[in-house]
């Protein structure tokens, strides 16, 4: 089976930095997805990744190590708006089936 | 920027029932997406459409549902007898390409099965 784990919920404060991690075990692996939802809202896209390494966008930045099957979203400068659930997504090997996580709550606190 | 729509936001229906979903997903895209979000929990891929066929599934994907693109703007999920255990938000999902990177997802039907 497709197995994705990230923690359920942290807490950091406003203007800090924090880190998301996401521990992967697929069938097939055709890219990581890092996905923002807010409560009641479709998930937007963060950012991704496919080859060893770090992607840098902003204040946001993702890490991928394909042979520990690890992934980490790094959130820098950390706002109040910034408190929403962060899903963790694989892209299995036919380029048209995803796998989620059950995301994490941040909640950032003044 | 172009987004995906969907109606209705909020459906009602008692179960047993058969509902239609609709999606227009953008204008210039060719893959699209369901994908089904129960309160609380994570989101579960569905269904993939590309080419007037299903592309991929997933295992909750069964005969109970089905999906169409009746025209070249609305796609939909139809979803027969409706059980309890149904009830979610479903999202629907559009891409350029099979490879492109990013899905657009649009707001979301609220399907409460009574």
């Known amino acids: 089976g497709q197995n994705i784990d990230q923690p359920t919920e942290m807490t950091a404060t406003e203007g800090a930095i924090v880190q998301i991690n996401c521990t992967y075990q697929t069938s097939g692996f055709n890219g990581l997805f890092w996905y923002q939802q807010h409560a009641g809202e479709a998930p937007t896209f963060l950012s991704y990744n496919v080859l060893d390494g770090l992607e840098e966008k902003g204040r946001f930045s993702s890490f991928l190590s394909r042979s520990k099957g690890y992934s980490y979203l790094l959130l820098k400068e950390l706002q109040m708006k910034d408190s929403a659930s962060y899903l963790c997504a694989v892209r299995g090997n036919n380029f048209n089936k995803f796998y989620f996580g059950s995301g994490t709550k941040l909640n950032v606190k003044p | 920027e172009p987004e995906v729509t969907q109606t209705p936001s909020h459906q009602v229906t008692q179960m047993g029932q058969e509902v239609i979903l609709r999606c227009v997903p953008i204008?210039?895209?060719?893959?699209f997406y369901w994908y089904r979000q129960i309160l609380g929990q994570k989101v579960e891929f569905l269904v993939s459409f590309y080419n007037n066929e299903i592309s991929e599934k997933s295992e909750i994907f069964d005969d109970q549902f089905s999906v169409e693109r009746p025209d070249g703007s609305n796609f939909t999920l139809k979803i027969r007898s409706t059980k309890l255990e149904d009830s979610a938000m479903y999202f629907c999902?559009?891409?350029?390409?099979?490879?492109?990177?990013?899905?657009?997802f649009g707001p979301g039907t609220r399907l409460t099965v009574t």
């Open positions: 204008s210039n895209h060719l893959y």
């Open positions: 999902a559009s891409s350029e390409s099979a490879g492109t990177i990013r899905q657009y």
